[in-house]
């Protein structure tokens, strides 16, 4: 696991800047997000009041083709378990102009669209659609028991199908997990409003720390000011290169699956060779016995002397 300083975020353009402006127009809410240099974790969680024995573990997979084909088209297909046996799933669209999206959709109060914000200002409007599920339904569909259409509702998949690639099906995507996931959620009296923490623990012992609060859009500028002012004053390095979630997991599964492959595909082939060699060396022993057991044939008779 490194523990390298990460290189400073760029700073956000004129350009970039009009664009979040525009971006907010429509969104439902703005969450504010800040990715933790690796080497700054166990500092930030002792400076902010956070308590380890009241975090949330949780236990999060995504589904999609071992290409990535679904997150290549903008499709984010979610399911969480939740301590205490609850769970929840999301299809999730990304980037989406608010304006363009159907009105019978907007109309749905499990249908969401939030601009996610880094610091910079660098944005993007994600359409999320929600769902309520367990987390026996979502484990037995992760283990092949149980199709993963069925942990989804009637409005996601419909959702899906208005948004995924036409060759892709849901019940024929891969889990890509589990990422495991430790939860915390503090209102610091300066602030004013809950921060949330959460730990991402990778499988290759590398870990994301995010830390984000929500606001409304008219907010947005107001809140991150006042976020910035508080975490500096905590000692929280603003400026450090920013990863996102997702991105993370899904490119370390889709990895390792691909290694996975390539590793059975050796294997078979060192099958094929081995089960290939002993007929080979049954042919050769059989010849060389044909040759050990065949009589020479008698010398011809020279002529009586």
Not at 15 to 36: F, P, R
Not at 213 to 218: A, H
Request: net charge positive.
């Amino acid at each position: 696991m490194t523990t390298e300083k990460t290189p400073a975020a760029p700073a956000a353009t004129a350009e970039q800047l009009g664009a979040l402006l525009a971006a907010m127009k429509g969104t439902d809410s703005v969450e504010l997000k800040l990715t933790v240099p690796t080497d700054e974790h166990r500092a930030t969680i002792a400076r902010l009041p956070l308590d380890p024995v009241n975090t949330q573990p949780r236990q999060v997979f995504f589904f999609d083709t071992p290409d990535l084909a679904l997150d290549k088209a903008g499709v984010v297909v979610r399911a969480r378990r939740i301590q205490g046996g609850r769970g929840d799933t999301v299809v999730k669209l990304r980037p989406v102009v608010p304006a363009d999206l159907p009105k019978d959709l907007r109309k749905s109060a499990l249908f969401k669209v939030e601009l996610d914000v880094l610091p910079g200002g660098i944005g993007v409007v994600s359409g999320s659609f929600k769902g309520i599920s367990d987390g026996l339904k979502i484990r037995e569909a992760v283990a092949g028991k149980r199709p993963i259409s069925k942990i989804f509702s009637k409005e996601q998949r419909a959702f899906f199908r208005d948004h995924a690639p036409a060759s892709v099906d849901l019940d024929a995507l891969v889990p890509l997990g589990p990422t495991f996931i430790l939860k915390a959620t503090f209102k610091p009296a300066e602030f004013g409003r809950p921060i949330v923490a959460e730990l991402w623990l990778y499988q290759d012992g590398s870990r994301i720390l995010e830390l984000s609060t929500k606001c409304l859009p008219k907010e947005a500028f107001q809140v991150a000011a006042e976020a910035r002012v508080y975490l500096s004053e905590h000692g929280v390095a603003l400026s450090g290169q920013q990863a996102t979630k997702t991105r993370t997991a899904l490119e370390f599964f889709s990895k390792k699956m691909a290694a996975a492959s390539e590793s059975a595909s050796s294997a078979d082939g060192a099958r094929t060779a081995r089960r290939a060699k002993p007929e080979a060396d049954v042919e050769a022993t059989t010849a060389e016995a044909t040759v050990e057991t065949t009589p020479a044939a008698p010398a011809e008779a020279g002529p009586a002397s």
